[in-house]
């Protein structure tokens, strides 16, 4: 191995494990910026090339989320998701039941959203709701994780990864749920 792919291969190692971790507190990075520092200097440093390096993005995919995610401001500011909170506040008589209903409505709207935009939209309204309660916030908090998990991989707009499958494959939005 030469010394060049010994630094690629430590700046490769670095990067993916700034993602698993999520940041890099020292250096007040999160986890864009730990793939932007890290793709760009394998770019400066010739490990890839530039083209190379735009021919790994998927533009439809990215589209796709760009959507998705001007979509669910939109619902935002019309009122949806305040809607769906008043909702299930009023449908919850014992917190058995609202951990219910967060678990069903997390998952139902990350099958047809993206699971990241409603677990950020959600937890807050969940927080509200749970402090107002005065219930624990834990549980309410792992449900609306791992719901809205289950319920992204019903469909190709669920999340990020299952959109480069469909537009890899070309299977069709009814195939991928069915």
Partial sequence: MTPANGFSLIIIILTLVGVAI??????????????LVGSTILIITGAISLDHAYKAI????????????????????AGFFSLITSS???LAGTPLQLLLLVIFTSGILSA??????????????ILEIVIALRLNPMPYLMALAT???????????????NMLIGTSSGISFNDFFI
């Fill in 58 to 77: 998927d533009l439809d995919t990215i589209v796709l989320i760009f959507a998705m995610m001007i979509l669910n401001i939109n619902l935002r500011i």
């Fill in 147 to 161: 719901a809205a998990n289950i319920g992204s991989a019903a469909t190709i707009v669920g999340n990020p990864q």
């Fill in 88 to 90: 299930i506040t009023k």
């Fill in 112 to 125: 047809l959203f993206l699971n990241d935009t409603i677990v950020l939209m959600l937890t807050p309204l």
């Fill in 22 to 35: 999520g940041r890099y507190p020292v250096f007040r990075m999160n986890r864009a910026t730990i793939v």
